[in-house]
Structure formats: structure tokens, C-alpha cells
């Protein structure tokens, strides 16, 4: 046995709660005398409402009240700068109607059957116009982003066209990725109470501090007036980064009505009410000599914005570090269209460049004849080119080797369509990940009463991910007790202030807060204060070591793919990453978190679509029925493995963001596989059967498969 409970495969303190039960979600929450919301949404893309008529709902069974706009008490109004999971989310606020889906009322009820009876009986009338809903058709409109997450919204280097001309061999391809829906298992849902005037609002949130400042700033009351609660979340995935109009409706309903209201979205709500991955289009250029080397690099993002409030998707970011290249463009562009809101999504801005860069990556080792492994590996940097910082620490080659060897990459068929088994074509894929390192100002509060026993508290969540489990591991890590004497307690705002569940940094933000804390509460042991009723509260922040270091996790995917010649199905057959990501702290929930954002890598190669009708701007498929994802037969050994690192310049724990790290070039491992498969190229994802089964009927295709 190690010495160290810290990166043991240790069982989720918290499953036992999970599995039976016993752990109250938001839309678990019991309240005395509770009434139920129902959210109406709107029926058109853009437009005016003329008239919410209220009469028959009002009139119906256990109806206490309706709401619209034209009662809905005021409201801070929507701003579109600052933190934007912190800023007021006023409902019901207005006649304008900015997508379809968007809340235009709220009937409560004494039960929830009432309310959803009731909520059917609400007529409203439009003034409909004419929306934009076609990211392509309306390119001409795309405009410049004042900034990204990650800096400016282009970047060059160099001299990009000479560079292009100098390659021996080039790529200039377009690549387009799908819209996709925030549908994690546990619905969006918040249960709002009064105490006079204290609000108690339960909801699920990544963010509770975010979604403390969102609701006290929206209803206009103090923030030590509102708690909220998040106590357990199923799954987050940046879906529950910001709050949404069942928190703020609950809390207003709930105070008209002097009563607890609960407030849950449906499924096919879901797909408009929360936020959603943004279509992009990207066009990626790379050249390259005959040694191998990248000349030039060009990635260009097109994405779409919700009109009434934008959000880049950073696609292009990422390329900025990850190859090396003398000369080298990224841009930017978003266009305004009248759709529901778009917003993070597991690894905004790298999910999907990578779906682009890493394809074109392979694009170009079959022009060069160059395995794409032996591509990436010359093209390796010595520090990060456009930053001119050296790497915190990165092992992308080592990553590449080990996953090679593992995978046993050796046997791939160097040329496509050689490969048999029965129908099936087989073929295999490699591509990079890359991910941003983020750490965000974290405080930590631990106490140890007489018994030694330790409570850890945050205002952190846990979204899924294990953080839980890896804080109580730290807390009996740095005080040297058993785990089991670890309580922690997480997902309240009376707690002290973390950045909460997001952009992978919740690990690397709080672990150090809470091992400070306990390394305080050590020292007054060792000067003989306790035990008993000792506390400690400490923050910890980062310094300029993300400014003096390239900050990134980094893994190697490896998919092996069958296409099956006769209906163009690809399904995957097994898949291997690896991954460097500092220090893990606990192996199983780590692993299930590479492995989870390989699933979703599978799935955005092969399966995630969410349609839009562009006559209505509506996602069609708003349901789980047509929604697809992968099933687990569509996900057969499936593996990841974590190199050993500790990255000290990240923090002093020495770990990296995981969370998102999975997703990150997995799908594009799959498209080069069915590449490497059958010799169809297909750049507009997902790669479903009907656009294989094309390719497949090309001419020179079809020789192959005989
Ligand atoms: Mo994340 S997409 O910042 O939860």
C-alpha cells in the first residue's frame, strides 16, 4: 500500500446516498404546503407577444396563480457584461420574444398534474417575424467578438499565406460541428421558500456562488437574504453553470403566494430553457515540408450566438499552444441568430476545434505518407509558440507513445479500406487532446472536534465528478486520518466561497484551500490546542504562474472503427486514451471522468444532432427519443489511462483539470478511424450512416469493397 490515501481508487463517499436514495436532488426537496410551477414557452422564433390569456388556466382545478409578463413583479434588468452566471436573470420581463422555447409563463398549482393541465390551457398570441435560425445562411452577418475566455479573438504570427505556400503538401478543408443539447440526467429544477424575508432557494446549480449573486441581484434583495442549496447535482457538464427562469420564477411565485414553489422543466424543455453547444463552422489550413514539419497553421471559427446574448465558442483557442509552426492565424466570428442561448458545454471552444484541427491533422499525414502519430510528434514544440512561455508541464509525446503502444498501433492498415472482417471495414484513428488548466481563488473551512473527526466545508459542488470523495481524500491526507472520520459538506452558500464546478478547475481551485486549511488545523495540534473545536478557514488562489506558464492537460486517443460496407454504420470497437493531468487524486473518479468525455467524444463523432427546423428555429428532435447518444453498445471497451505527473506550477497539489480533458479530440479520433477504415472522409459531424454510405458509392470507394 502507498502511504497516501491521495489518487487511491477510493468508492464514492457519497454513493451509498446516491444508490439508495437517500441523496436529495433540487426536484427531491420536500417543502410544508408546497404549490407547483409550470413554465409555458413560446411558440415562435422571434416576435412580440400581442396577449397572454390567462382566463381558462386561471379557471382550472387547483390553480393559485398565472403569470406572464403582464403581471410579473419587476425585476433588475438583463445585463449583458459582467460574470455572466452571476448577473440578474429577470423572467417574464417583456413582450419580446427572443427564441423559440423561451419562458412566457408560469402556472402554479397545488399539485404538479394541476399546473401541467393548466399550463396547457394558457393562449398566447403573437406578432411573429421573420427570425434568423441558419448559422450557414447567415455567415454575412458574423461579426467580431470583443474577447474570448482565453484572450483575443485572433491571434497571428508570422506571415500565414507565405508560410501556406512554402508546404509541400497542404490541407484546406471546412469542418462543421452540430448543435448539441444539455440534457444530464437530473432535470433543471428549484424549490423556493420564505422565511419573511429570507428566500431558501434549493436548485441545481455547478455554481452556488454564481447563482447566490443571479437570484439576490434579480429580485433586488441582499445577498445574506437568499441561501442557496445545491447539495447534490446529476450532472452538470456547464448546463448548470448559469441559473434559469425556474429558480427566478420559483422565488417570485413563492413570495407572491407566501407558499414553498417548486419549479421543473421538462425534457423538451431542456433542450431550449438551458443552454446548448453552438453550431460552428471552421475552416482549417495547414501545410507542411516533406520532413513533416508545419509551416503554417490556420484555424478560423464561425459560431453561432443567441441575438439576445453572446457567447463565443472558443474553438480555435486551443491551436494556439498545441502544435509548433512558424506561421499561424486563429480567428473568431460569431453570428447573432434568434435561438435559444448557447453557453459552455464539456470543454467549450476545445470539444469542438479539436473535432476540426485534429481531423485536418490527419488529412495531412496522408498527403505527407506519414503515420499521423509520427505527424504530431514532429510538430512537437519546445514551448508554447505564441504565448513565447514555457509548457507547466506537458507530456503530449509521451501520451502519444504510450497510448501507441498500448493500443497496438502498429497493426493499423497504412492503407485504407485494406482492412476485413466479415462486412466490416476496419480502420484506426489516432488524435491529440488538448485542454486549458484553469484555477480560480478557493476558501476552505475545516474544523476537528474531540473525537479527531473532520468536516470540510465549501460552498463547491459536486457535479458527479467525485468531489467529495477527493476532499475528504486531501483532508485525511494532510491530518493523517482515516477517511472515514472525513465529513464534507459542499453545495451551500453559507459556506465559505469556491469558484464551484466548472471549466475543469473545481479539483485544482479547492484541493489546495482544503489542504491549507487542514495543514492550520495541524499546526495548532502540533502546539498543543486540541483536539476539539479547532477551525481553521483558508484561502488559496493562484499566483503568475499561469501567466510565466502554458497552462494545459493533454492525452492520445486511439479508436478502432468498423464500417460496415453495405449500410455505411460505423460503430466503434474499442478505444484507449491517455492522459497527462498532473496529479489525480483519486484514480476510479478520474478514470470515470476520461472515460465519460470519450463517451461524449464517440457520440459527437457519431451521434449528436440537435436539428433545427429552420423555418421555426425550434431543435425538432427535443426529446431523448430523438436526441441520440451513445448507448453502451455503442461504446465497447472503452479505456483510459492517467500518466504519473504532478504539476506544481498549476498548483501545489501538482494536479490539472481532468474533468474535460476526455472529450477533447476523442471525436475525431473516430472520424480518422472510419477514415483509416473505408476511405471516407466526412467533415460534418456527426458522421452518420447516410453520409458514409455516400462516400461509400463513390467510384473509387467501391473498387475497395469488392
Ligand atoms: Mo464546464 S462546460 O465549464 O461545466
Redesign the pocket.
Known sequence: MPDTILGQPIDRIDGKAKVTGAARYAGDRRAEHPAFGVIVTSTVGRGTINKVDIKEAQAAPGVVLVMSHENAPAQAPFKHAGDRHARPKPQLNGARVHYYGEPVALVVADTFEQATAAARLVRVSYQTEMGAYDLAGNRRFAYTPAELVQGKPDSSLGDFDKGFAQGAQTVDATYTTPYQSHNPMELVASLAQWDGDRLTVHCAT?LVDAAHHSIASTLRIPLENVEVISEFIGG???GK?PIYGDAILAALAARQLKRPVKVTLTRQQMFSVTTHRAATIQRVRLAAGTDGKLTAIAHEVMSQSARMDEFVESAAASTRSMYAAPNRLTRHRVVPLDMPVSD?????GDAVGQLAIEQAMDELAYKLDLDPVELRLRNEPTEDPEKHVPYSTRKLVECLKRGAAEFGWDKRPSVPGTLKDGQWLVGFGVAAAIRGNYRRPATARVRMDENRHVTVEMDMTDIGTGSYTIFAQVAADALGVPIGQVTVKLGDSSYPQTPG????FGAASCAPAVHDACMEIKKKLDAGQGPGNLQAEVKSAPGEEFKKFSQYSYGAHFAEVGVDTSTGEARLRRMLGVFDAGRIYNSKTARSQLVGGMIWGVGSALHENAVVDQRYGLFVNHDLAGYHVPVHADVPAVDAIMLAGFDGKSNEMGSKGVG?LGICGAGAAVANAIYNACGVRIRDYPITPDKVLRGLMRPANLAQQR
Do not use: K, N, T
Open positions: 455547478q452538470g457538464f456547464g453553470l459552455s458545454m464539456r470543454a467549450p464546478s466548472g471549466g475543469s474535460e
